[in-house]
């Protein structure tokens, strides 16, 4: 089984919609991301937390809300999609002492008509 | 604001065909440069750590090197199961206790048998 998993992997949704994409892990690690990636502008950090307790806003985090459940999961959640959040999100883990070395997740590709 | 600049943005090679792909970075400190790689439909995965100048790794095929400005990813006698799209990411030496990853837009390697 993977270490990493999101569910769903694809999902086509509509402007104004709240979604939510989930993310799971068994690698044990306490720190988890969530990136999107868009053609020509590569990954982008949208919020990260080091434990349950600890969350954090990366560069483009307007539009988006995090859930911390526990150690091994963690949700994003649009609270109404517009269009511009049309992308590929991905979910990451590592390890406190080599949190460079990030284990990713095999990606959501999320539509908003 | 780092950046990090990847060329070519497209690179398409024949089976033995030996070639380098290029990463440009401008940061306030440098506290490591990394490749990742990335297959169709999967998250990237970790390959290389540098942390300064003269510094070299390698894995099968690949060695990545660093100088003050840049970093390539020479891939030696390259085969089709190397085509992926490579990305570079950098961290600073900023204040915070997580040093953000700033990936770059990525290359796409494609290796004609």
């Known amino acids: 089984d993977a270490d990493v998993t999101q569910t769903p992997r694809n999902r086509i949704t509509k402007t104004g919609k709240r979604i939510m994409l989930e993310c799971s892990q068994t690698?044990?690690?306490?720190?988890m991301y969530w990136y999107r990636q868009d053609p020509g502008l590569g990954l982008r950090l949208i919020y990260y937390s080091f434990d349950v307790k600890d969350i954090n806003k990366g560069e483009i985090s307007d539009g988006y809300s995090v859930s911390r459940q526990a150690q091994a999961k963690f949700s994003l959640s649009l609270e109404s999609a517009i269009p511009n959040q049309t992308a590929l999100y991905f979910c990451a883990t590592s390890d406190p002492d080599r949190d460079y070395e990030q284990y990713f997740g095999p990606g959501t590709r999320l539509t908003v008509t | 604001e780092d950046q990090v600049t990847q060329s070519p943005e497209a690179l398409r090679l024949q089976e033995g065909e030996s070639s380098s792909l290029n990463c440009s970075y401008t940061?306030?400190?440098?506290?490591?440069l990394f490749w990742y790689r990335q297959d169709p439909g999967k998250g990237p995965e970790f390959l290389f750590t540098?942390?300064?100048a003269g510094e070299e790794k390698e894995k099968e095929r690949l060695k990545a090197t660093l100088t003050k400005k840049e970093s390539f990813l020479h891939i030696t006698a390259p085969k089709p199961e190397d085509s992926a799209t490579y990305l570079c990411a950098v961290r600073d030496a900023g204040g915070t206790s997580y040093g953000k990853l700033t990936f770059g837009q990525g290359t796409i390697l494609t290796v004609h048998p």
């Open positions: 940061v306030s400190g440098l506290r490591g």
């Open positions: 690698k044990g690690h306490d720190r």
């Open positions: 540098l942390y300064s």
